[in-house]
């Protein structure tokens, strides 16, 4: 048995500031991945992260401001403070640990300026800054000599009396399993982009923490809010940064028309994402697309530019559709990017009881995508999500490492969870093939979220997915994995993922079901009206016995009342 | 249409683990990466192949591996263009490392080796409030180098570390000089004096593999190549590999041209007995088969030109530094 | 056919053998040439090591020589052939790099414009004089003779420097020239791996172990002789062969040729010329399986 004070679980930019927090705070940290760290999805982020750096006359409630607007008045409000008010200090912690921002002139940070804000206080390392910054964590990270377990796979949280002690882990190379203690614990294990297919999120983004801790009982909220992003690929959905808009490029439909110029005409393509995935996916749906996509044109930007601040765009576009984007338009449409909400928690990542408090498994934390705090709240502006991993990363290590002080080891009993978990993987070895497959349920899934709860939502659709994942939830049941192996079996890993992906899913169809009216991401056309007088709320979906159980929060409103939304 | 990858399998849990090829055909979309025929054979033939992959945009690193003999991202390389010409397309797993199963690496050694280049940034004095100030277009050089994503294809494809495992290779080298040549980092003296040592930037051959298979264009070997530049300016020259290159030039700059003798003789310093000797048995062998370069060394034409234009360049690059 | 000779600094200092090959071939196959006999050393990718400008520079007033004859410019040596073929590509790509080194140049009245085409040997013989046209050449065909193609690194990477995407032919040169002579080429995993040569002095046993390896692979799989048409591959791996099969505790004897040589064998020039006897790993055996005597 392996033992700590803090286990950190995934190793992306949440996770790695948790963990450097929780050391440079004096814990023994355990941190565990499934993924090397520097594999993580947090190197997808390309295009910066946003802070406003009060010394250059930014203020930070600017940033605050064009936050809630952006999030459609359902982020609470407290917690958008604190993350924008931190931001600055953040971005200058990660500069000295070493990343390479882009500079002005002078040497200074540079910025561009991303969608749905005002300033330029987008920070940025050509387009690959979450790589650039993920990299430096991990950097600091070895130096730290904090302990990482590379390749784990986390297949059961430890909750026993109402506390989380920890997890049992396979390491996958050897397949062996064992437990490992600790006195809090953080989850930090991204998204669930995967639960759609296509997704902008990279294959190992399964939902996995958040449906351990749905499994545990831990409420998730806002899981109806999930982000289509405007510029990703037909196919394959790979994203297309937003910087590329934010470096100019314009959005056009099959006349060569900006059609942002007619429905955002004061921030075109720069409106908030959900406003500009909602006006491509009209155009095409109204017949103005390209053979389904809208067309992203970066020629007028000029080769320079795009080789200097573009480089994986023009490196996706040659490599991945053989479109040389100094030359030609690039076909895009809107690709399923993030989900905004997640596990509840509190500005010092605690997760949150049904109630509202911080009462349930009270040395439970979560930070990053996979928690819901909730800065994002219908909508998430660009370049939010990486400032959001590293300001509540930090902000949960802190805070589990500080309770962790006052607290004597817990007590798990090594032998049982590690027969419980072993029955379990073994269960799943001994099914006998059937005819279906973890990659045909999988595919099945998200195919029809797409479907019905993608850009436009209505009832009659969600509730056919509601149905399906019902159904896929018992073929799950009883689907087989080829590969009977210890040694980095893979089809074992997809397979328990999968049942990740099945929780996950059937709290986002709840929740969108559960919410009529329109508001950021959740465009329903059976209720297109935002709707402050019943909605202004986040919907919590909690487990029970008895099965999926729905709550209510109010939304944190501190100096922002709610307005019309315009761009 | 079809397409028929032949895949190095491993599975370390046979009862006589041995590597082995499998054939597979696959319907495949004119579109398709190797990687996305890779998931399909996945998905739909064969569970038990295993790999690594994640982002399939060539940023996450994981699916580095040996395609038609080459190493590469399978992410990013297009299926129709390997099939081209060939009865199959050759899928392996990433050279110069343990295989763990099928495609998978261990990426162990990997690691280590980066870790000893101390990758982190190592400023001196008080930290600043705000920000290190530094030259944009410093900042900008180093993105290159940055942009590295640790996938591994040049390690894989490294002639040295193919007959020398201890070389530290392109991919740590590179780290390295991604520190060195921030001017935020102050430890260069340090960094440069440790890779200045055996199994570091003098032992690359300057092959070009690593160049020719990073898929993100680091060029790893031009960044040991600066290394070298660095550290002999830095006043590391007490090796064979910085006199060697000190020699060289001066020797062309002398003549225009080589002389092979005068280039040994400078590069181990006339009074290392021991080398000398050590190159006699081949000397010897060469003078009495008259394979030998002339001992009386003749410069070319107008050697006069070269040793000017050595004179300007220098100078012009003086001028540029002020 | 007329070409810019570049013999290059070995051809005629450590490989005495080839540059005399060179020419008689060249003579046989009727390619006139004019020696740039006033053109200094490439650099090697060592003086680009220091100094990538002064390298880049020596290597444009070579070009602006050649393209002052209007023709050109043919090399004998791998490593030549990738330092300038580099070269030429930064200063085609870059008008402003251009024009600052023909600032350079200017004193001795030299200009590059940017213009001129460099191709080794065996890229002319494959690509210009054809592969067709040599066959009637052969009178001593190398029927029944193993011929493991050694290539050299700088003759093939970075590719997208060597125009291997508009001549994919480059990729199998080797392979094809030594079947039009005759004999069967073996295919082996080394014949683009690094021969060691630079670092022969810096770690020497590490720039044997890859004679070693190469050369044994070869020679396992067959072949009775290995062809280069790099210079410095054939310094080590002809030169420090002995000290190869010492370290691997086994004979290797795998004779090394320079590609002129081979085609000079199998076009039948005299073995004089070609300087056969000058190597280290003996040709004997080998010119008797031929049939004709040393």
Not at chain 2, 67 to 88: D, F, V, Y
Not at chain 2, 291 to 305: L, V
Not at chain 3, 23 to 40: F, M, N, P, R, Y
Not at chain 3, 96 to 112: C, M, R, S, V
């Amino acid at each position: 048995m392996l033992e700590c004070d803090v286990l950190v679980i995934g190793a992306g930019l949440a996770g790695m500031r948790a963990a450097l927090a929780a050391h440079t705070n004096g814990a023994k940290v355990i941190m565990v991945s499934k993924v090397h760290p520097v594999r993580s999805h947090s190197n997808a982020a390309q295009g910066g992260i946003n802070a406003a750096l009060t010394d250059r006359g930014d203020s930070w409630e600017d940033h605050a401001f064009d936050t809630v607007k952006g999030s459609d008045y359902l982020g609470d409000q407290d917690a958008i403070e604190v993350m924008c008010s931190e931001a600055g200090r953040e971005i200058i912690q990660m500069e000295h640990w070493g990343v390479i921002f882009s500079r002005d002139e002078e040497g200074h940070l540079g910025t561009r300026t991303f969608g749905g804000q005002r300033r330029a206080r987008t920070f940025f390392v050509a387009d690959m800054t979450g790589q650039a910054i993920l990299h430096v964590m991990y950097e600091q990270l070895m130096k730290s000599g904090v302990q990482s377990l590379e390749e784990w796979f986390v297949t059961d949280l430890i909750v026993a009396d109402g506390e989380c002690r920890g997890c049992v882990a396979m390491e996958i190379r050897s397949g062996t399993l064992q437990v490992i203690r600790a006195k809090t614990v953080v989850l930090a294990t991204g998204g669930l982009g995967r639960v759609f297919e296509p997704s902008t999120n990279a294959l190992i983004c399964t939902g996995d923490g958040i449906a351990l801790a749905y499994k545990a009982g831990v409420p998730l909220m806002d899981m109806e809010m999930v982000q289509f992003h405007p510029t990703t690929l037909k196919g394959s959905g790979v994203l297309i940064t937003e910087g590329a808009r934010a470096e100019g490029g314009y959005l056009l439909n099959k006349d060569g028309d900006r059609f942002m110029l007619k429905y955002a005409p004061s921030m075109k393509e720069l409106a908030s994402r959900d406003v500009v995935s909602r006006c491509e996916q009209t155009e095409i749906n109204e017949g103005r697309g390209v053979d389904g996509c809208v067309l992203l044109d970066l020629r007028h930007l000029g080769e320079k530019t795009i080789k200097e601040r573009l480089i994986q765009i023009y490196e996706i576009g040659r490599d991945l559709t053989g479109i040389d984007i100094t030359k030609e338009p690039i076909p895009i449409r809107p690709g399923m990017h993030y989900q905004m909400g997640g596990i509840k928690t509190d500005v010092d990542g605690r997760a949150w009881d049904v109630k509202g408090q911080w009462g349930g498994i009270r040395n439970l934390f979560a930070a990053g995508e996979c928690a819901c705090v909730s800065v994002h709240g219908g909508n998430r502006l660009g370049a939010n999500s990486l400032l959001d991993t590293v300001v509540f990363g930090r902000r949960s290590g802190e805070a589990a490492s500080q309770m962790a002080k006052d607290m004597k080891p817990t007590e798990v009993s090594e032998e049982k969870w590690l027969k419980s978990s072993e029955d379990k993987l073994r269960s799943l070895l001994a099914r006998e093939a059937n005819g279906d497959s973890v990659a045909k349920i999988r595919w099945d899934l998200g195919t029809s979220m797409v479907e019905h709860l993608g850009v436009f939502r209505e009832e009659e659709g969600m509730l056919a997915t509601k149905a399906k994942v019902e159904d896929l939830k018992r073929r799950y049941e009883k689907v087989a994995v080829q590969d009977k192996g210890k040694m980095f079996n893979t089809a074992l890993i997809f397979g328990i993922e999968l049942g990740y992906m099945l929780d996950c899913a059937e709290t986002v169809v709840l929740g969108a079901i559960e919410r009529k009216e329109s508001r950021g991401a959740h465009h329903r056309l059976d209720y297109p009206q935002r709707d402050d007088g019943n909605w202004m709320k986040h919907i919590l979906v909690h487990e029970t016995p008895e099965g999926p159980r729905l709550s209510y929060q109010p939304v944190t409103v501190t100096r922002w009342q709610p307005q019309e939304r315009k761009y | 249409m079809e397409a028929i990858l032949k895949v190095k399998r491993f599975n370390p849990e046979a009862a006589k683990p041995e590597p082995y090829w499998q054939e597979y055909r696959v319907e495949v979309e004119p579109h398709f990466t190797v990687l996305d025929a890779l998931i399909k054979i996945r998905e739909e033939k064969d569970e038990t192949l295993s790999l690594r992959c994640s982002c399939r945009s060539a940023i996450c690193g994981s699916c580095a591996m040996r395609i038609n003999g080459h190493a590469t991202l399978a992410c990013k390389t297009k299926l129709s263009e390997m099939a081209r010409g060939r009865p199959a397309v050759t899928v392996e797993p990433a050279g110069n490392m343990p295989t763990i199963k099928d495609l998978v690496a261990d990426m162990t050694p990997f690691w280590s080796k980066v870790m000893a280049v101390e990758p982190w940034l190592q400023p001196r004095g008080p930290e600043p409030q705000g920000e290190y100030l530094a030259p944009a277009d410093a900042m900008q050089h180093l993105v290159g180098v940055m942009a590295c994503i640790m996938c591994g294809a040049c390690v894989s494809d490294c002639t040295v570390l193919e007959i020398d495992p201890n070389f530290l290779g392109p991919a740590a080298l590179a780290k390295a000089y991604r520190f060195v040549g921030d001017p935020r980092d102050q430890a260069d003296a340090e960094r440069l004096q440790a890779l200045s040592r055996y199994s570091g930037i003098w032992d690359c051959t300057r092959c070009n593999e690593c160049v020719q298979a990073c898929p993100k264009g680091i060029a790893p070997m031009d960044r040991i190549m600066a290394l070298r530049d660095r550290a002999m300016d830095a006043g590391f020259r007490n090796n064979t590999g910085s006199r060697h290159t000190e020699a060289f030039e001066e020797i062309v700059e002398h003549s225009g041209r080589l002389d092979e003798l005068r280039l040994a003789i400078k590069t181990f310093g006339m009074m290392n007995v021991p080398a000398m000797l050590g190159l006699a048995p081949v000397g010897l062998r060469a003078l009495m088969r008259g394979k030998m370069p002339p001992i009386f060394h003749k410069p070319i034409p107008n050697a006069q030109a070269v040793q000017k234009l050595f004179k300007k360049v220098e100078e012009a690059q003086k001028g540029d530094r002020k | 056919m007329k070409f810019a000779f570049y013999p290059g600094c070995v051809s005629r200092g450590g490989c005495p053998e080839l540059y005399p090959s060179a020419k008689a071939v060249c003579q046989k196959l009727g390619l006139d040439l004019v020696e740039l006999t006033g053109a200094s050393c490439t650099g090697a990718g060592i003086l680009q090591e220091k100094n990538l400008l002064l390298g880049d520079t020596l290597n444009a007033r070579t070009f602006a020589m050649a393209e002052k004859l209007g023709l050109p410019i043919m090399t004998i040596c791998s490593t030549c052939q990738g330092v300038m073929s580099q070269a030429n590509k930064r200063l085609q790509d870059d008008a402003q790099y251009k024009a600052k080194i023909n600032g350079f140049l200017a004193e001795e009245g030299l200009e590059y414009k940017g213009n001129v085409v460099i191709k080794h040997l065996l890229w002319i013989i494959v690509e210009d004089y054809g592969i067709e046209r040599l066959k009637p050449l052969v009178v001593q065909p190398l029927t029944g003779m193993k011929i493991a193609p050694f290539y050299g690194c700088y003759i093939v990477r970075p590719s997208w420097a060597l125009g291997f995407d508009e001549n994919g032919g480059r990729q199998t040169s080797l392979e094809r020239v030594i079947e039009a002579l005759g004999a069967e080429a073996v295919d082996f995993s080394g014949k683009t791996r690094c021969c060691g040569f630079p670092i022969l002095t810096i770690n020497e046993r590490n720039s044997v172990s890859m004679v070693a390896k190469h050369t044994i692979e070869a020679k396992d799989l067959g072949a009775d002789v290995m062809v280069t048409p790099c210079p410095l591959c054939h310094l080590n791996l002809d030169g420090y062969q002995p000290k190869a099969a010492a370290m691997s505790h086994r004979e290797i004897d795998l004779p090394i040729l320079h590609l002129p040589q081979m085609i000079a064998l199998a076009l039948g020039v005299d073995h004089k010329t070609t300087g056969l006897s000058r190597h280290i790993v003996s040709l004997k055996r080998l010119v008797e399986k031929v049939g004709v005597r040393a």
